[in-house]
C-alpha cells in the first residue's frame, strides 16, 4: 500500500476502498475510492484526522454533506452518502473526470470559453447561495411577508441575542 494525503490507498472507509488522492482543502482531502456496494467510482472528501477531535469542525464537515446533498444543479457534484466509520467522517460524491477549475484556469483558453464557464461557475455558485441564504433566513423567520407577497423588513437572525 501507498500512502496517499493521511489514508493510504487500499484502506477501507465503510464500503469505500481508496484509490488515490484527487486534491486537499481547507475542509478535508479529496480521494478517487471505489464503491464496493455500487461497483462505481466516487470522489470521497474525508475530513482530516487531526480535526476530527474538534466537535466544532465535525459539526460544520456534517452541515456542508447535509447542505451540498440538497442542492441538484449541472455545476455542483451530487452527493451519494455521508457518514463515519469509527473516527473517519466521510461524504461520498460523484467522480467527475477532468481537471480541476484551477489547472483549467492555467492553460491557455480562449475568452468566450473562459466566460462560458466562468458562467456557469457563477451560476452553481448562485444557486448554492440562495439556498444558503433561504435556509438561513427561513429557518429563523427572519423575513416575514405581507399578505400580497411583498417582504417586509425584519430582524437579522440572530440579532436579538445580541442586545441584553
Known amino acids: 500500500m501507498t500512502t496517499v494525503g493521511s489514508v493510504a490507498a487500499g484502506t477501507r472507509v465503510g464500503r469505500y476502498e481508496i484509490v488515490s488522492l484527487l486534491g486537499t482543502g481547507g475542509m478535508g482531502e479529496v480521494y478517487a475510492a471505489h464503491d464496493s ?3 462505481r467510482q466516487v470522489a470521497l472528501k474525508i475530513l482530516p484526522s487531526n480535526r476530527t477531535s474538534d466537535p ?3 459539526a460544520r464537515f456534517v452541515r456542508e454533506g447535509r447542505a451540498s ?3 441538484n444543479h449541472p455545476a455542483i457534484v451530487s452527493i451519494h452518502d455521508a457518514g463515519s466509520e469509527g473516527n473517519v467522517h466521510y461524504l ?4 467527475i473526470d477532468g481537471e480541476s477549475l ?10 468566450p470559453r473562459s466566460v462560458e464557464l466562468m458562467s ?10 440562495a439556498a444558503l441564504v433561504a435556509e438561513l433566513l427561513d429557518g429563523a423567520g ?5 399578505a400580497d407577497d411583498l417582504v417586509v423588513r ?3 437572525a440572530g440579532a436579538g441575542e445580541l442586545v441584553e
Open 56 to 58: 466544532d469542525r465535525v
Open 37 to 39: 456496494n455500487l461497483g
Open 120 to 129: 456557469q461557475v457563477a451560476d452553481g455558485l448562485g444557486q448554492a447561495l
Open 69 to 71: 446533498s440538497a442542492l
Open 142 to 146: 427572519a423575513v416575514p411577508t405581507t
Open 102 to 111: 484551477s489547472e483549467w484556469m492555467k492553460k491557455s483558453r480562449s475568452i
Open 92 to 95: 461520498a460524491m460523484e467522480l
Open 154 to 156: 425584519g430582524e437579522p
